[in-house]
């Protein structure tokens, strides 16, 4: 991967707090894989709780993304539901862990 400050390319890898600190001037799409949500679900069931916003935030911070030139539908599609947006991890994670820890 390279360093900070080098525009992103299709097919970089890394954390998602590495990626995300890079500039993208094409608007690639910065993909959780496996997915945000997988990766949540398995967090929380190794915790055995809930996990805590700070918690959730440095799984997200830390779980590894790809630089891809448009997800489209074609990961949602093959996951079976939508990932949980980085941005908005949290909240997302509220409402999605309900659904996939019951």
């Given amino acids: 991967m390279a360093g900070a400050g080098v525009d992103l390319k ?3 890898v890394g954390t ?3 990626i995300i600190a890079r500039p993208n001037p094409h608007a690639y799409t910065v993909v959780h894989i496996p997915s945000l949500t997988s990766v949540l679900i398995a967090a929380e ?3 055995g709780k809930p996990l805590t916003e700070k ?4 799984v997200r911070d830390n779980a590894g993304v790809m630089v891809l030139p448009d997800k489209g539908q074609l990961l949602e599609e093959s996951n079976g539901y939508k990932d949980i947006d980085p941005i908005h991890c949290w909240q997302e994670w509220q409402v999605e862990r309900v659904q996939f820890n019951h």
């Fill in 55 to 58: 918690e959730a935030l440095a």
């Fill in 45 to 47: 069931r190794k915790k």
């Fill in 16 to 18: 998602y707090s590495e």
């Fill in 10 to 12: 299709i097919g970089d």
